[in-house]
């Protein structure tokens, strides 16, 4: 029988205890592992989770760039993760469905009127949006006009599209707060520059006639247009300056020389927000209208609240005559007064649409 000297069994028995170990370190391990998440003040905070619920143009913008920097902001300050659930449409289809009962906790709407849908249907109790800064506007923009290239129809203004042969595509003001804008736009643009109420609603009347295509959200309208129907697209400035930095418009913008600034209202539905959840939405709203938030949205073509932060994009070109919705009275005498008794109760019928 072979001896195994006495140094060499102590070898062998100092492996032996050395890999013992190990794997008896593994196990403790991996048995640590499996009951971690249930230990007494070891386990992980949960995600949080914000509903938003927006208008279409604003979908780009939200999920690529103000939900990102909020996520990344709110962990740094509170080392919890936040996720988005969000839903972007026609402001009108999206008032709709908070109408309906959608489990939204911030609505961002194209237009106030939308807003005040939710008061009026108690939704919302009073007018929320007031109380937050620059009463509830997010952003601005401008509405211009989309033009094929070369801009073959020699479209220079809103005047331009009541000639004949001009296909005008415009968004569907029954569930488009775009549109909406789009005709304080039309109608507003001569009013500005003439003070004249009968050229305001004959301009009117002359782009309603060549409308040859509508859609149910301003960027289904982009859609449209893009797919080759008509001449001309009235539409957010945005929806042509965000592609234009991305070399991927086949277009031109033309602006006209007076137009609407539309304003963007941010709604919180507090009947959807749980309370354990109040601090984290009033940061994020609070966030919406910080430096960062609002670069963001001037990066993607949007003007900013803050009007210096608009020189970071220099393709944001200025109106000769811009005005706004205040302009014209307020929304609820817009919609009264122009929307519904020159629009609807006469441009319509006396063009057939």
């Known amino acids: ?67 990102p920097a909020f996520q990344a902001d709110w962990q740094t300050k509170t080392g919890e993760r936040v996720e988005f659930i969000s839903a972007f449409a026609g402001s009108g289809t999206v008032t709709n469905q908070i109408m309906l009962g959608v489990p939204a906790e911030v609505a961002l709407l194209s237009t106030e009127l939308d807003a005040r849908k939710l008061a009026e249907r108690g939704v919302v109790s009073g007018l929320p949006w007031q109380t937050l800064p620059y009463s509830g506007t997010l952003n601005r923009t401008p509405f211009v006009i989309l033009v094929r290239p070369g801009n073959p129809k020699h479209i220079t203004d809103f005047r331009d599209l009541i000639q004949a042969g001009v296909g005008v595509v415009h968004p569907d003001p029954l569930t488009s707060g775009g549109a909406q804008w789009a005709i304080l736009a039309e109608y507003g643009s001569a009013l500005t520059i003439t003070g004249d109420k009968e050229q305001a609603y004959q301009q009117l009347r002359g782009i309603w006639q060549n409308v040859v295509a509508q859609a149910a959200s301003a960027r289904a309208a982009r859609t449209q247009f893009e797919n080759g129907f008509g001449d001309a697209l009235i539409t957010y400035e945005q929806e042509g300056v965000f592609d234009l930095t991305r070399g991927r418009l086949d277009a031109e913008i033309v602006y006209p020389y007076s137009t609407i600034l539309s304003e963007h209202t941010v709604v919180v539905v507090d009947k959807n927000v749980p309370p354990a959840d109040r601090e984290l939405i009033q940061a994020f709203v609070a966030f919406l209208w910080s430096d960062q938030a609002q670069r963001v949205f001037v990066e993607h073509g949007f003007r900013s609240v803050t009007a210096d932060l608009n020189d970071l994009n220099s393709l944001l070109r200025p109106i000769a005559q811009p005005f706004t919705v205040a302009d014209l009275g307020g929304w609820p005498q817009a919609k009264r007064t122009i929307i519904d008794a020159i629009w609807k109760q006469q441009v319509l019928p006396g063009v057939g649409k």
Do not use: C, K
Not at 5 to 10: A, E, G, S, V, W
Not at 13 to 39: C, D, E, K, Q, S
């Open 1 to 67: 029988m072979t001896m195994i000297p006495h140094f060499r069994l102590n070898e062998i028995n100092w492996r032996l205890f050395v890999w013992r170990l190990i794997a008896w370190g593994l196990l403790g391990g991996l048995a640590l592992y499996t009951v971690w998440p249930w230990l007494p003040g070891t386990q992980g905070r949960p995600t949080r989770t914000i509903i938003v619920y927006g208008f279409s143009i604003l979908g780009e913008v939200m999920n690529d760039g103000v939900f």
